[in-house]
């Protein structure tokens, strides 16, 4: 407790082998004591430091847990979804080929009904051009029946004129020849058109 | 100075380095903002309406189907068949032998459809023939630029004996000159089975383009072609086609 006091003469002592000893190298003691300060300081920062990365990687970390919960949720919803549109494209895929399977029945169809309709086309315009034909044959032959009941008719009408005429004048005779004439052309007119007609039909 | 100083450089380097390490580290990874991608995102986007404008026909028959023409010549007291195709919207080619000596003409489409026939006109220095119609023809094809090739495979699309559409392959085996006289220059050979009733048929090549019209086959069971050039000759003139007189498509 009362030895506290230091005589002055000692301290001014020491300090004039302090001040004596400045200009030299510190003593080793004291070399030590700094050495142990700086690495304390160091290994102090270095905690520090440790301790930041730790917490920056704790939070990454935690981060990362939280997103890859996310992930995993989200990938089980897609591998149902993925589940899903794989059956339906499966299912789109079969339809497909069905509807495939029917356009092909329909194009055959088709080609089946246009080659049916060109053959039938092909009767038809056969069978008109006959009926066209045979209309026209029937019209000659129309023509060929009156021609010939047309030379009938004057035949008949020569006849008569010569049953009921017994003593003909020279007049009278005049008009006979001609009408004689006439008849004689309608005749031949009617043997054409016969002959014509004959012909037309054996060729 | 005296010696500590030093060693607080040494820290003070420490403590920059903590300091410049905490600022490059990178930041935490950001949780992903809205709604996370539900479907496949597609590489290569498709256009339905564009293939069908582009490679598909309404209803699924092939170009070269849709653009062939049957042809049934009536004569007076004779029918026959042939074959052509379009080469424009209301034109189409065929043979001349085909339309020759015609009472009526009657023009059919793949799908059954009649088209009228509005005038005729043949060339003489080959046997081919131009149809304009009154209605327009289901497709038409791009003529080739250049005749094909000895060895080339070609496509012929006809109607046969005037039967169904028929669709036959062949190759090129050679050209030479009409053997039937009809033709002024060369023709094509080919090995593509034919029959009466293709002529006019118009020879495809790879692509779809016609590369000439079938006109006359022999006893070796070869087909013969005019080639696209001659077409394109005949076309190009004004003067290669002469109308086939009314008179002719009417029967005494």
Not at chain 1, 157 to 167: G, S
Not at chain 2, 65 to 71: A, D, G, N, P, T
Not at chain 2, 205 to 218: F, I, K, L, P, S
Request: aromatic share 4%; proline share 6%; net charge negative.
């Amino acid at each position: 407790m009362g030895v506290t006091s230091t005589p002055t003469h000692e301290t001014d002592t020491q300090d004039a082998v302090v001040s004596a000893q400045a200009e030299k190298p510190p003593r080793p003691r004291t070399r030590a004591r700094h050495r142990r300060w700086v690495l304390l300081s160091v290994l102090v920062l270095l905690l520090g430091g440790a301790v930041a990365g730790d917490a920056y990687l704790w939070q990454v970390s935690e981060a990362w847990i939280e997103r890859d919960g996310q992930w995993q949720v989200h990938a089980r919803s897609l591998t149902t979804s993925l589940g899903e549109t794989t059956t339906e494209l499966q299912d789109t895929m079969a339809e497909l080929e069905v509807v495939r399977g029917q356009l092909d029945q329909a194009q055959t169809r088709i080609s089946d009904l246009a080659d049916e309709k060109a053959q039938l086309g092909d009767e038809h315009a056969v069978v008109r051009q006959l009926a066209e034909y045979q209309e026209r044959v029937q019209t000659a032959a129309t023509a060929v029946v009156a021609a010939l009941d047309s030379c009938i008719a004057s035949q008949q009408r020569l006849i008569r004129w010569y049953r009921d005429t017994e003593e003909p004048t020279d007049e009278q005779l005049v008009v006979l020849a001609e009408l004689g004439e006439s008849v004689g052309a309608v005749c031949t007119a009617a043997q054409e058109a016969k002959d014509a007609l004959a012909e037309e039909l054996d060729g | 100075m005296r010696r500590p100083a030093p060693a607080s450089a040494v820290v003070g380097v420490l403590v920059l380095a903590l300091c410049g390490a905490c600022s490059a580290l990178p930041e935490i990874p950001p949780m992903p903002d809205g709604p996370l991608p539900t479907a496949p995102t597609p590489t290569a986007s498709f256009d339905p309406a564009a293939a069908v404008r582009n490679d598909l026909s309404p209803d699924g028959f092939d170009v070269a189907e849709r653009i062939s023409v049957r042809v049934r010549n009536l004569g007076c007291f004779s029918l026959s068949t042939g074959s052509g195709f379009a080469v424009g919207e209301t034109t189409l080619v065929t043979n001349r032998h085909v339309v020759e000596d015609s009472a009526e003409l009657a023009l059919s489409t793949y799908d059954g459809r009649d088209v009228g026939v509005r005038a005729a006109s043949i060339a003489e220095l080959a046997d081919l023939a131009v149809v304009r119609t009154d209605g327009e023809l289901p497709a038409v094809p791009e003529l080739a630029t250049e005749d094909p090739e000895r060895g080339d495979t070609i496509t012929v699309v006809g109607y046969p004996q005037g039967g169904r559409l028929t669709v036959t392959s062949g190759r090129v085996i050679a050209r030479t000159t009409d053997p039937l006289n009809l033709h002024l220059g060369e023709v094509l050979v080919t090995d593509a089975l034919v029959e009466p009733g293709s002529s006019g048929s118009p020879a495809l090549d790879r692509r779809g383009r016609v590369v000439g019209v079938v006109y006359a086959m022999n006893e070796a069971e070869q087909s013969f072609i005019v080639p696209v050039s001659t077409l394109h000759e005949l076309l190009e003139d004004d003067d290669a086609f002469k109308p086939v007189k009314e008179e002719s498509f009417v029967c005494d």
